[in-house]
């Protein structure tokens, strides 16, 4: 039997205090017909049972919020500098930081300023990198993206050679490499899926053998995980985990990461691959296919305008989730901030506050090192 909601504390306890009367003359809030009319449907759903509460006034949430102390005393969510993932954008040549007009304070860095900003982020507490490769050639095929000497594969040696304990996770994707920016092999007008396969497993074998130390496919081809895992592990791999982009929508919100990374189609739009924006089920079924195909973290992206399948998704699976926020909707918080329209600092924290309440256990963000620091001068 579950327990009843008036079988808590002495009624003399939960007595209201309105002003003035005495205790004697207090109504008895246990018992109440609301009361019983809350048993009975906390009895029927077993969902109202975990949210039951006493009426007010016996019950004031504001007690709780009184005071800075009180409301840390409570707090579900945590922020963490050891949640954030940043995400670099490495090109080719040297001695290059190429500012992004579309993403204030994000550069292209050649790879010795790469880590200057992984080491920055380090020292934040900042546990991950993520990296986006700009090479000097791109081809019908995108081997630059298997390329053991292409920037990734480089980047990942310096940063792992210089910081050995951050994590370094390259994005494993066609698009910047290919001459015509899809994320798989075109033959035709459609990215054909299959004979894309085997080039990602290769980009992962590559990934792997400069030290990465998670393989990230962000391409949305069906089948990529399982063929990665199965690639990996014929390699003596096995350990080596996958976190599969696995529920990334055709968004207008990646449009300032692709000036970035210049990785925009020249023809067409990703919408064969990447998932609608309107469907929340499928969204949960990709995940789904990816964790029986060896995903060991998930992700949503983007995030904000997600969040709800951020939330699915934890509850479906209960799998490691990261979600991106992604180029786009850090270009809305900078410029409503350079209007003056919003405190950045504030926004930036309930932002990312907010993906993580909403399921995700860390966050790909641009605003990681900012973030990292509010977070530092705060504690
Ligand atoms: C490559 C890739 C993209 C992003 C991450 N990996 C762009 C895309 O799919 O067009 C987006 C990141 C961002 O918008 O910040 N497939
Ligand atoms: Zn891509």
Redesign the pocket.
Known sequence: MRPRIDSGPPATLIRTSRAGATAASLPLVVNSPRLRSANARAERHPTADILRNVPFPATRLRRLRRTGALRGLVRETRLDAGDLIL?LFVTHGRDRREPISTMPGVERLSIEHAVEEAAAAAALGIPAVML?GIPAHKDEEGSGAWDDEGVVQLAIRAIKEQLPELLVIP?L?L??YTSHGH?GILHGDTVDNDATLPLLARTAISHARAGADLIAP??MMDGRVGAIRGALDEEGLADLPILA?SA?FA?V??G???EA?D??PTTGD?RGY?LDPANGDEAVREVLQDVEEGADLVMV??ALPYLDVIRRVKDATRMPLVA?N???E?AMVKAAAAAGALDERATVLEVLTSIRRAGADAVIT?HAKDAARWLSETD
């Open positions: 995400p986006f994005d994707c698009c910047e994320c962000s391409d982009y990334k968004s919100f990646y300032p990461f692709r990374a990785s925009a990703r990447q992206k983007p991106y992604v180029g786009g850090y641009y």
